[in-house]
């Protein structure tokens, strides 16, 4: 009986996912984020970039950040440097990456957002462009039975059951088929490479909000509880407090455009 309610309950935080088109989604639960990969191996995989290429207005360092921090498979390695070659500056391949990393965007969306802004489009509207374009991902609703099983198999994590049920609905592949796959090879990269999306599989944000802190925000009435709820995930993708987004939300700002600007500060122009 007390598994039953375990079980329960985690359905019920599972699906309490909140999900946004300007590239930012996560699933609040309990569990704890899973350690990054040894750091050293990732130092000498990153390496292999030749990063004499780079454009001058994004420096060593925050490349290599930038690949440490989504782990960018080798295929997507090289398609950067193709992306370089055509002459497509590196601050924006970076940006049109983090954002579709986020929304599990493909690699032609990637070349997509590029054209666009070498066209000299801004970025806020180019990703105001791509959300209307795209359907808004509705989470699966797991029954407790199902959720059950799920977690009965073994090596098999929250953050794999999440992963495939967003990876299902962008690729269109049957859930269960990407969860036995990952748990098959132990790896999500492969899979996702394979699919063409950009993303490697990490563990999802996690993304903390009391009731408390809603009721506080809501007082002024400007704001209603999912738009708080929105605002407290923006502000930890944007690296923000909440009282800031918030701010900016309330004085008309577009998620897009928060996310935009926080790019531009992240990698430049």
């Known amino acids: ?25 996560a699933y609040t639960k309990v569990a704890a984020v899973q350690n990054n990969h040894d750091e050293s ?6 390496e292999e970039i030749d990063l004499k290429k780079l454009q001058s207005k994004i420096t060593k360092v925050t490349f290599e ?35 579709l990393y986020h929304n599990y965007g493909s690699v032609s969306e990637w070349e997509e957002l590029l054209a666009s802004k070498a066209s000299g489009e801004s970025w806020d509207k180019i990703f105001i462009k791509y959300n209307k374009k795209h359907p808004e991902f509705e989470p699966r609703n797991f029954d407790s039975e199902e959720l059950e099983r799920l977690m009965n ?26 969860i036995n796959e990952k748990n098959t090879t132990g790896d999500w990269g492969s899979i996702f ?16 909000i009391t009731s408390e802190e809603i009721h506080k925000y809501m007082q002024g009435g400007k704001l209603k509880e999912q738009q708080i709820t929105r ?14 987004v918030i701010g ?9 455009l928060i996310l935009a600007e926080s790019y531009i500060s992240k990698y430049g122009e």
């Open 1 to 25: 009986m007390h598994k039953r309610k375990v079980i329960q309950m985690t359905v019920l935080i599972m699906i309490l996912a909140l999900v946004f088109q300007a590239g930012v989604f």
């Open 41 to 46: 191996a990732l130092d000498s995989k990153y």
């Open 65 to 99: 950040q930038f690949l440490k921090e989504f782990k960018v498979q080798e295929v997507y390695q090289q398609k950067i440097e193709k992306l370089i070659s055509e002459g497509y500056n590196v601050a924006d391949i970076c940006i049109a990456y983090d954002f």
């Open 153 to 178: 198999i073994q090596n098999v994590t929250p953050d794999d059951i999440m992963i495939s049920d967003r990876l299902s609905f962008v690729s269109g592949k049957p859930f269960n088929d990407l």
């Open 193 to 208: 490479s394979r699919e063409n999306i950009l993303n490697s599989g990490s563990p999802f944000p996690r993304v903390r």
């Open 231 to 244: 605002a407290f995930v923006l502000a930890q993708r944007v690296g923000e407090a909440p009282e800031i």
């Open 248 to 256: 900016k939300i309330q004085h008309g700002f577009s998620e897009e």
